[in-house]
C-alpha cells in the first residue's frame, strides 16, 4: 500500500520541525572538530567545504571520520526526536537537517555536499534504505574508485528503493534530496566527464 502524499501534520507543527532539522542540521562539526583539533580552518584547505572528505585532505583520517559520524547523526537525530510526533514531522526535520548543512546560516549559507546527512536521514527514516545506499557505494567504489560517483549513483538508486517499499512520500523526500546532492556536486561530475576526478587512495 502507498504511503499517502496528503501532509497530515499542522502547518505550524511541520514549519517548527522543519526549523529544528535545520538549526541541528547547520552544526558545523567539520569545522568545529577540526578546529578543536588544532588543525585550523577547514574551509582554507582542498574544496573548502565543512564535509568529512575535505576534512580528511588535513590528514587527520580519525577527525574526518569524527566528522562523518558527527553528520551522520545530526540527520538520524533530527528525524528520530520528530517522529515522536508523527512521520510527516520526520520528514520535515529531515529536510530541515539536510537544507542545514548544505546552508549553515553562521558560515554564511556555505556548508558541505549532503552525503553524510543524506545518509543519516535515511537511517532514521527507513534504515533498509541506508543499506542499499551503502551496498550500492561499495560495489561502485571497489569498481571505479570513484567516491564521488559512488554517491551519487546510490543517491539515484535510494528514492527507488523507497518506493518499491511503498513509501511515497519518502521516496519524493529523497527524489528532492538526490537531485539537491547531484546539484552540489557538480564540480566533481564536470572532473569524472573529463577524467580529471581525483579516486580514492590517490594523494
Given at each position: ?7 497530515t ?8 520541525a ?37 576534512v ?49 546560516v553562521?558560515l554564511?549559507f ?8 543524506y ?5 532514521g ?5 541506508a543499506?542499499v ?8 567504489a ?40 547531484f ?21
Open positions: 500500500m502507498l504511503e499517502p502524499l496528503i501532509i501534520g499542522g502547518v505550524a507543527g511541520i514549519f517548527a522543519l526549523i529544528f532539522g535545520y538549526l541541528l542540521g547547520s552544526i558545523p562539526f567539520g569545522l568545529l572538530l577540526t578546529r578543536m583539533a588544532g588543525l585550523g580552518d577547514v574551509r582554507s584547505i582542498g574544496s573548502g567545504n565543512i564535509g568529512a572528505t575535505n580528511l585532505r588535513t590528514g587527520n583520517k580519525k577527525i574526518a571520520a569524527a566528522t562523518l559520524l558527527c553528520d551522520m547523526l545530526k540527520g538520524t537525530i533530527a528525524v528520530l526526536v520528530a517522529a515522536y510526533f508523527g512521520r510527516d514531522y520526520a520528514l520535515a526535520a529531515g529536510l530541515g537537517a539536510f537544507l542545514g548543512h548544505l546552508f549553515p553562521w554564511g556555505k556548508g558541505g555536499k549532503g552525503v553524510a546527512t545518509l543519516g536521514i535515511l537511517l527514516l527507513v534504515w533498509p534504505g543499506l545506499f551503502a551496498a550500492v557505494w561499495i560495489v561502485i571497489l569498481l571505479t574508485r570513484y567516491s564521488s560517483l559512488s554517491a551519487l549513483i546510490a543517491s539515484i538508486v535510494v528514492p527507488v528503493s523507497i518506493l518499491y517499499l511503498g513509501l511515497t512520500k519518502t521516496a519524493l523526500l529523497f527524489a528532492i534530496l538526490t537531485v539537491i546532492v546539484i552540489k556536486h557538480r564540480e566533481n561530475i564536470k572532473r569524472l566527464l573529463s577524467g580529471t576526478e581525483t579516486k580514492i587512495g590517490s594523494k
